[in-house]
């Protein structure tokens, strides 16, 4: 198990700067939680991007999340510390000082390791003039060689 980091947003923002927030956010695979100050201490609930986004269509921006995403209907998840992330459920939020740090995840797939039949294939730039076709007319074919200037200058000057 991981854990990856979040997107934190108080259930007290509203919806327009929340879409905005989310809009700017540097990737859209990061879960987002929804911190609710309840009675007993912060509440976490775990969203994913996409899902948030969903819920708050056709909101109007002034409406606080807590009401657009009607957190007393729904269940808060558990916060587990950094060092109980091996045991926690996919989802469940971690803590770290009393500090939201990220979400537990699965771990991630490895992509295999190339072998050498996918090495030996490449890309049909790299295999030569043959896989190219006759249309090809670089600057190495052509003898010549072209450098910086030569590409702002043109040809002939």
């Known amino acids: 198990m991981r854990f990856e980091a979040v997107i934190a947003v108080p259930s007290s923002d509203t919806v327009g700067p929340t879409r905005l927030k989310l809009l ?15 009675e007993n201490g912060p509440e976490y609930h775990v969203l994913t991007m996409s899902a948030l986004q ?12 807590h009401d657009a995403l009607d957190l007393a209907a729904s269940t808060p998840r558990e916060p587990v510390a950094k060092s109980d992330i091996a045991s926690a459920a996919v989802g469940t939020p971690v803590v770290e000082n009393g500090r ?30 043959a896989a190219n076709g006759p249309a090809s007319n670089t600057a190495a074919e052509s003898g010549r060689k072209r450098g910086l200037w030569s590409r702002i200058t043109g040809p002939n000057r």
């Open 24 to 38: 700017t956010a540097r990737t859209g695979k990061l879960p987002v939680v929804v911190v609710f100050d309840g």
């Open 54 to 65: 969903a819920a708050l269509t056709g909101q109007l921006s002034g409406t606080a999340l």
């Open 100 to 129: 939201l740090i990220g979400v537990v995840l699965d771990d991630r797939i490895e992509a295999p390791e190339p072998t050498e039949q996918d090495l030996d294939r490449g890309a049909p730039s790299t295999r030569g003039k």
